[in-house]
């Protein structure tokens, strides 16, 4: 195995309150390698989003990282200062926010946005800056890419605004790159297109990448491994074919048994019955317990921690035994 | 652009329609022009005459056509005070009051829009703490004892600067200034500070809320996320997206301030057009108060164009007919 990509060790996000302070992240331990697509799943609220915030090291105050380590390369960057850190972001890590409407600032030309981007990180003069920029939305597939360079968002539709979005989080060639959501607010014919898209620039350009979703397809079509998050911890991560055909730990049995099946009708689909606790009011033992139809003693005095059950690990204590 | 401009022009058509039918109002109901004109003894005679001469015997909406014909002319008739025509005592005056606006804009925006700025940014340093405080009380505080207190400390007290007045003025054809002059720079500093305290608190509030508020989109963020630095941050992407509104409040501000310099141009008596105002109502004078009014609407009508117009600069949102959607 070569050494990972980013490393993030027992990471601890909290959010002072109040009413006293609310953990966010607990103990999240994941590692990416190059060129490597881990997906990330979970239900709104899990701590999926905020895991890719506290990696690039933007979580909104007062969040704040309370514990652990985040490691680029070997190297820590949750600790760095605001300068080196955007030197961070951008050239090592990029992003991908949800909803490409609001991510572009509405009152500059795609093309200002990109070359502020290339020559922020690349040395670069404007006109090569420039013509690189022409080139990545190329890339990204904007036709007239040569013209449409100097137009404004709100001249893009929405696929395209995304399109653009993934050229100015890939255009300063980062390592690693963070897609929350890439998807969720495009229309889903236009879905496909763009994860193909991200797919096929990762895999050319080599890099890796943290894909936040809660779209299992999406998941099983692109990632490599799989991590499923569950309020505020990793609760099973393994690969994604094991995760999808094989899961261990009964969220994400639940979780795979509510995508409907395509080779056969279904009256209805399986739900998980009740919903996640809110931070403030996480059940002693395993959170899930109040929701886990395999729910014994043990889980509701002890926390279990994650195990390895076979080909994934999970936080069960089914697989107590191994 | 162009269809835009047309429309913006044929809706201020009403508006000033309004204000002159008040102004012209104000002739027949305050005060009678005609023994204003001919003293309290004339004969019938001579009132019959006179009444006949200035066509106020004619119907009303005659007469009130004939107002307009002339105010599109600049002809406001003659001040009873001065007997003197009123454009010419208004292009008189002009140049003082736009002066001292202009001065007073530019001291609310230059120190405002970075105040604003400032706190918006550092929403809990002691500084912004302290602007804050301050813009309180130049909101609270009224412009003229502003301008008294000003005038205790500076003029009567450290004696540095005059307390009333323009100054010497350099004539430059019809145009006065008093940029020109030590003297004039001098007795502009008091009158445009106490003039502009009150818009450059509002314009820093302003500025500041909409910076709070422009941070928090996703757009800033995801400018982070790109690892732009935090000056291209604050004063390229943030600072613009606040310009639209505050460029709004700052336009009628403007029309505001030269309306509304009366009350400093009173207290520092100022040479300017609200002085001239001031003075015209204590007389009853009212082919000036007429046309200061429908000057005032004027000003008005033409700086919402221009702020209108200022908005396609800033937002290319506005712009139509441009590229492929």
């Known amino acids: ?322 | 652009m162009f269809a835009f401009v047309i429309s913006r022009l044929l809706q201020a058509i009403p508006v000033m329609l309004t204000v002159s039918f008040i102004s012209f109002a104000m002739f027949t109901y305050v005060g009678d022009p005609v023994s204003i004109m001919l003293g309290q003894d004339a004969t019938e005679a001579e009132r019959a005459a006179l009444v006949a001469q200035l066509g106020l015997d004619q119907p009303f909406f005659v007469q009130f056509l004939k107002f307009i014909g002339q105010a599109v002319q600049g002809q406001f008739g003659l001040s009873y005070r001065l007997s003197r025509p009123v454009a010419e005592l208004i292009a008189e005056r002009a140049p003082a009051t736009l002066e001292l606006a202009l001065c007073a804009a530019f001291i609310a925006m230059a120190v405002g829009v970075p105040m604003g700025v400032y706190t918006g940014l550092y929403r809990n340093s002691i500084l912004s703490r302290f602007f804050l405080t301050f813009s309180l009380i130049g909101v609270s505080l009224p412009t003229f004892l502003i301008g008294i207190l000003l005038i205790l400390a500076f003029a009567v007290g450290l004696g540095w600067l005059p307390s009333f007045g323009r100054g010497d003025v350099v004539q430059i054809g019809w145009w006065s200034t008093g940029f020109l002059t030590v003297s004039g720079l001098k007795a502009m500093i008091l009158p445009a500070i106490t003039l502009g305290l009150f818009q450059l608190t509002l314009i820093m509030r302003l500025v500041r809320a909409e910076m709070m508020e422009v941070l928090r989109t996703d757009y800033i963020k995801f400018a982070r996320a790109r690892g732009l630095s935090n000056r291209a941050i604050n004063f390229g992407h943030a600072l613009k997206n606040t310009l639209v509104p505050v460029i709004t409040i700052a336009g009628l501000q403007l029309g505001a301030i030269i309306a509304f310099a009366i009350v400093t141009e009173t207290v520092f008596q100022w040479p300017g057009m609200g002085l001239l105002f001031i003075q015209s109502v204590g007389s009853a004078d009212v082919p000036v108060m007429a046309a200061y009014l429908m000057l005032i609407a004027l000003v008005f009508v033409t700086i919402n164009l221009i702020v209108d117009l200022l908005y396609y600069a800033v937002d290319p949102r506005l712009r139509i007919g441009k590229g492929a959607h």
């Open chain 1, 1 to 322: 195995m070569t050494a990972p990509l980013l490393e993030v060790r027992n990471l601890r996000v909290e959010f002072p309150t109040r009413r006293g302070t609310l953990t966010a992240l607990h103990d999240v331990s994941l590692t990416i390698q190059p060129g490597e697509v881990l997906g990330m799943v979970g239900e709104s609220g899990a701590g999926k989003s905020m895991t890719g915030a506290a990696i690039i090291g933007l979580i909104e105050p007062p969040g704040r990282i309370a514990g652990g380590q985040v490691l680029l390369g070997g190297r820590r960057i949750d600790n760095l200062p605001y300068d080196q850190m955007r030197h961070v972001r951008g050239r090592q890590i990029g992003a991908i926010f949800q909803d490409p409407l609001t991510t572009l600032n509405p009152l500059y030309t795609v093309g200002r946005q990109l070359v502020e981007t290339i020559t922020t990180h690349l040395p670069l003069n404007p006109a090569q800056a420039r013509a690189r920029a022409i080139e990545w939305l190329e890339l990204v597939g904007i036709p007239a890419a040569s013209q449409r360079i100097d137009s404004y968002p709100h001249e893009f539709s929405g696929g395209m605004r995304q399109r653009v979005v993934i050229a100015l989080a890939l255009c300063a060639e980062p390592r690693l790159i963070i897609a929350d959501e890439p998807t969720t607010a495009l229309d889903v014919s236009i879905q496909a297109q763009v994860i193909a898209l991200l797919k096929r620039l990762a895999r050319e350009k080599g890099t890796a990448m943290l894909l936040v979703t809660h779209d299992m397809g999406v998941i099983a079509e692109t990632a490599d491994r799989v991590a499923v998050m569950y309020a505020g911890r990793i609760i099973e991560i393994g690969p994604v074919r094991q995760i999808v055909k094989h899961p261990r730990h009964p969220y994400t049995e639940g979780l795979m048994a509510s995508i409907p099946p395509l080779d056969r009708r279904v009256e209805r689909l399986a739900a998980i019955e009740g919903s996640m606790p809110r931070l403030s009011a996480i059940p002693p033992g395993c959170a899930y317990n109040p929701r886990c139809p395999k729910v014994f003693g043990r889980c509701l005095t002890e926390r279990p921690e994650l195990l390895d059950a076979g080909t994934t690990q999970a936080a069960c204590w089914l697989h107590a035994d191994g």
